[in-house]
């Protein structure tokens, strides 16, 4: 025969509540580090899904730039706690000037003959 367990029970959490919070815990551990290299400068860039990159740019190799990755990263999660996206720009106000419309051609004379 074989044994039938009960489910056990979670501390207070229902099992959607959980998806959504392993969910968030996710998206919020996932970091991007992008290294570009040219010459004896480096572009070091970081970022996290729903928020914007951030970027610098130092003189060295390889090794400066792994070194500054750590205080970029610090840097970029203190911007993003604190805003994790730009605003966006605002709409222009409605234009208090009726739109022109595309003028007729006009048929000027020229001043000189047209020999054609």
Known sequence: MSEVK???????????????TSETKQTIDELKVVILLKGNRAMVGVQSPDCDPVFT???GDM??????????IESANAKWDANP???????PPPSS????SQPAPETRKSKQPSFF
């Open 63 to 72: 090794a400066a730039a792994l070194s500054q990755v750590p205080a970029l």
């Open 57 to 59: 740019t130092l003189e």
């Open 85 to 91: 996206r730009n605003p966006k720009a605002p709409e």
């Open 6 to 20: 009960e489910p056990e029970q979670e501390d207070e959490q229902s099992p959607g509540e959980e998806a959504e």
């Open 97 to 100: 000037t009726p739109a022109r």
